[in-house]
């Protein structure tokens, strides 16, 4: 997983470099006594534990010291475009000092802050500085060859040109010039190594771990409401389709017993009629199964169920498959469907003459391509039933990728882990 | 005529053997599981074997590979499979040797007992019985883009429909209420149009169609 959101490091304008060192600069001269301070009163805090007074002090410093690791976060992501997930562990609002204290020492953030800021203060302090400085820098060596040498009767050293003279002043002004080029490409770098480092420091796998869980969350959101919205569906449709066919094929049988003896050519229309209800009842049952879990799915796996269905389609459909053994059943379920939403998609919308849909397994991934070759221009967005399939595949982790040049061919890749 | 029944479901298995004996079929077996079917087809040589797909231990296709086996073991073997569901896959499997006596149908059909027992006898005779919606399926999509189809009238069409179920063309005239006569010259008109070589024999007739709509895919 990248977490660089935007790339802040290609940008070489001169405004780019200015920024970048002024930034810097404010980098530098926050971060030495902001990480130094934070420093000495979390060891003194932390020491002070034992005798008590640490137990009331070290929340508030530690507090301090996240707010401190928060804003540098903040500042990552605005200025570098490098994001570092904070991943604290919450703690309870009404704890006692002592609760407190511990929790936080017990967690592994917390290490991971105090780690970062020794680091901070030596290296990150460096590598803020250095964009500021190779801007600076190479001024002096200006100001040196415009006459500044003068003030330095006993010689003075720029970088390592010894300056003695105008001829001398001006190789510092070269050394400058040389210097500057540099500054043109390392500045904005500088900075983004800067946030790196602290990513690298102060960012841990937990900030991965909480990103997880968020799209976990917000997947398994996705998952009840479809599964809800799923059920209100069948329920609907058994309540008015099979349902209500099967209680008036109970009013029919019911008017028949009553009719037998006195009417029996009047019974024998409605025998018919209550047949043909039944007959009814069951095809709605019937499709209704099929798009719960269609029996072929069921009985033969996903290969064949593909298959079959490639069968029912209007447009000469190729299926080859290559999967040993079946998945899991949820899994076939949302590959079918899916597969399933394409192939639907690809007939009524791409205008193709023929579809091909490889379906293979291979290193705990489930892949299924479709690929017609119709008219393409597919997207996935709102409103397309591609970003259905986009949100019924994250259920599962699996991802779709679309490519569908206006003009065609469309290839729908879906991919899902399985075991 | 003697039949091996395999039906998990009992009131559906009660209910076969009560039709086919009303219609004086003798019940060899009335089995409920595939390991069950496969021994029954193996001692007892049925005239005819009815079964279901779905058949116990695994719930899945059992039944259909139990049918499969069997007609490998003794081609020919007439079986009439049914199911709560049609699905082509299954009918080109059950017609993939070509040696006929297969059938394959929805288990409603059962409710019009005489349509259901005329299919069991026809496949016990050798021909075949397609469910209407495997060939309405078939003729669906082959339709639109395929131009012999596409030149038969409407009433063409229907023959071809009835005639690829495995029906014969006195029963299609019978269905149709027309002459046998119109039916004859219907099914020459359709075989003109499809290129298909006219025979007398109702199995390889249906054979011939359903391979002409295999064609090409």
């Known amino acids: 997983m990248t977490m660089d959101t935007k790339n802040g490091s290609g940008r070489t304008t001169g405004r780019g470099i200015g920024l970048a060192a002024v930034r810097g600069l404010a980098l530098a001269l ?78 592994p953030a917390t290490w991971r802050d105090l780690w970062w800021l020794p680091v901070d203060m030596t290296a990150g302090f460096v590598t803020a500085l250095l964009p500021a400085v190779l801007l600076l820098y190479p ?65 841990s796998n937990q900030g991965e771990l909480a990103e997880r869980v968020r799209v976990l969350t917000e997947t398994r959101r996705d998952a009840v409401d479809t599964s809800a919205a799923e059920l209100r569906r069948i329920e609907r449709d058994l309540h008015d389709g099979a349902q209500a066919r099967l209680v008036a094929v109970g009013m029919d049988l019911g008017t028949i017993e009553a009719l037998l003896d006195k009417d029996p050519a009047r019974a024998k229309e409605l025998i018919a009629q209550a047949r043909k209800s039944s007959v009814e009842a069951l095809t709605e049952l019937r499709e209704l199964v099929r798009g719960i879990h269609p029996p072929v799915l069921a009985e033969r796996g996903l290969g064949d169920a593909v298959r079959a269905l490639a069968l029912r389609l209007p447009v000469a459909t190729e299926v080859s498959v290559d999967l040993p053994g079946r998945a899991e059943a949820p899994v076939e379920s949302a590959a079918y469907f899916a597969v399933s ?79 | ?57 695994t719930h899945t296709d059992e039944g259909l ?8 073991k003794r081609p020919g073997l007439p079986v009439l499979v049914l199911s709560q569901h049609v699905e082509q896959l299954y009918a080109r499997e059950l017609l993939a040797d070509g040696s006929g006596g297969v059938g394959y149908l929805l288990k409603d059909r059962v409710f019009d007992a005489e349509q259901f027992v005329d299919a069991v006898r026809r496949v016990a005779a050798g021909g075949t019985a397609m469910d209407p919606q495997v060939i309405q399926q078939l003729l669906a999509r082959r339709s639109g883009d395929d131009p012999p189809l596409a030149r038969l009238t409407p009433r063409e069409r229907e023959v071809l429909e009835l005639m690829a179920q495995g029906r014969s063309n006195a029963a299609i005239a019978g269905k149709l209420v ?18 298909l070589e006219v025979s007398d024999d109702d199995n390889r007739r249906v054979l011939a169609v359903l391979a002409y709509l295999d064609h090409g895919r």
């Open chain 1, 30 to 107: 926050v971060s030495l006594p902001g990480a130094v301070l934070c420093f000495c009163l979390s060891l003194v805090s932390i020491a002070l534990i034992p005798i008590g007074v640490g137990i009331v002090t070290t929340p508030y410093v530690l507090t301090g010291v996240r707010a401190f690791a928060d804003a540098r976060r903040v500042l990552a992501a605005e200025w570098g475009g490098v994001r570092i997930p904070p991943a604290y562990r919450p703690l309870p609002q009404d704890a006692n000092p002592w609760a407190r204290t511990f929790g936080m020492l017990r967690d």
């Open chain 1, 341 to 419: 939403e394409v192939l639907t998609n690809a007939v009524k919308h791409a205008g193709a003459d023929r579809i091909w849909v490889d379906l293979h397994r291979a290193a705990g991934m489930l892949r299924a391509t479709v690929t017609d070759n119709g008219k393409g221009g597919a997207v996935i967005g709102a409103g397309s039933g591609l970003a259905g399939v986009e949100r019924r595949l994250g259920t599962f982790d699996g991802v779709l990728a679309v490519s569908s040049p206006v003009g065609g061919p469309t290839m729908v890749t879906m991919e899902i882990p399985c075991a």
């Open chain 1, 139 to 203: 001024l002096e060596g200006f100001a040196l060859a415009l006459g500044l040498w003068r003030v330095f009767p006993d010689g003075y050293w720029y970088g390592f040109v010894p300056v003695t003279g105008q001829a001398s002043a001006f190789g510092a002004a070269a050394l400058g010039l040389v210097l500057l080029f540099l500054a043109h490409f390392l500045t904005p770098r500088l900075l983004g190594a800067h946030f790196r480092l602290t990513r690298a420091v102060l960012g």
């Open chain 2, 65 to 72: 590979q139990c049918a499969l086996e069997a007609r490998r």
């Open chain 2, 1 to 57: 005529m003697r039949v091996v029944l395999a039906e998990d479901l009992f009131l559906l298995r009660d209910g076969l053997v009560r039709l086919l004996q009303a219609h004086d079929f003798e019940i060899a077996a009335a089995v409920e599981t595939g390991p069950e079917l496969a021994a029954a087809l193996a001692e007892l040589d049925p005239d005819v074997a009815v079964v279901d797909v779905r058949l116990p231990p």
């Open chain 2, 178 to 195: 027309v002459t046998e006569r119109a039916i004859a010259k219907h099914t020459a008109n359709i075989f003109a149009k499809l290129g």
